[in-house]
């Protein structure tokens, strides 16, 4: 449990009796939460994007080659702050999850 969650969960009195201080908090983001973690969802990631051409180009993609999958990764790089703005949601601090949101809006993003 990182330190923000360890004081709000002990020190503003909303402890669960059951909590550990030593286990993941389980927030989306916790900076406790193990990397390996984002680093498997990543690979799953990575694995479901080359699962989409197991039958030829997906339909639901709009970039059918490696040039245009990766000028349109760097794009939506050069704007994810937006897209994280636009929902209302910090830029994640983990570099592992941007990752991953990069690589499936590069499937669509133009």
Known sequence: ???VCFHYEFEHGFADPDADPDDDCGVPGC???PAARHKDRLATTVRALLA???DGPPANWENH???DYLESLAAWLDDCDGYYANRGVPVPWNG?????DA???AT???
């Open 1 to 3: 449990m990182h330190y």
């Open 108 to 110: 669509i993003y133009e």
């Open 103 to 105: 690589m499936r809006a």
């Open 52 to 54: 989409d051409w197991s």
């Open 96 to 100: 592992w999850e941007v990752v991953q």
């Open 31 to 33: 900076p406790s939460s």
């Open 65 to 67: 080659s490696l040039p």
